[in-house]
């Protein structure tokens, strides 16, 4: 049996670098879509430990306390579903709001928008899109993940978003 040390050793990369060039690919194609449509504030991406992160504001996907996404939305999607067809990576969509609570008969709470809203797009994908359903989940984490301070309206419209993290791929050993 091979020792764990000596394997990597004769690896030119370490094993969690094998898609790091499949996701700067991904996320050059998507910074060139976003850039091209002039949504590069509604768009943010970076690649961080867990994967990709493709990071979209409120504002470009759903209207202030609905899940149903925006019409204007779908191509978005649809631009993204043709990058993550490339790859065969796991996909976790996450949905988040503000701590406004929320105040219509539909959902109880911010826990259950952020989930529609995350569970809609996993089923926009896998409906009309194609991609497995083994490849996608859906999150939501309410406000109780805020990237800033809740306390002025930017900072509140910058925590209503929804993160699509393509994962890094798990590697097995033999």
Do not use: C
């Not at 370490?14 to 050059?28: A, F, H, S, T, Y």
């Not at 509604?42 to 979209?56: C, Q, S």
């Not at 579903?81 to 790859?87: M, Y």
């Amino acid at each position: 049996m091979m020792k764990f040390s000596s394997y990597f050793t004769r690896m030119k990369k370490p094993p969690v670098l094998l898609d790091e060039e499949q996701l700067r690919r991904v996320m050059i194609d998507l910074a060139g879509y976003a850039k091209q449509k002039g949504l590069e504030d509604a768009i943010r991406m970076e690649i961080v430990e867990r994967g990709l992160t493709i990071n979209m504001t409120e504002k470009l996907m759903f209207n202030s306390g609905s899940a149903e996404i925006l019409p204007e939305a779908l191509p978005v999607l649809n631009e993204i579903v043709v990058q993550l067809k490339t790859v065969p990576n796991d996909i976790s969509i996450e949905g988040h709001t503000d701590n406004i609570p929320i105040a219509n008969d539909r959902f109880g709470s911010n826990w259950e928008l952020s989930t529609a809203r995350a569970t809609n797009i996993v089923k926009y994908f896998v409906e009309q899109q194609g991609i497995a359903p083994n490849r996608v989940s859906a999150s939501g984490y309410g406000e109780f993940r805020p990237i800033t301070d809740n306390s002025t309206p930017e900072g509140r419209a910058a925590n209503r978003r929804v993160v699509l993290i393509v994962q890094r791929q798990r590697i097995t050993l033999k």
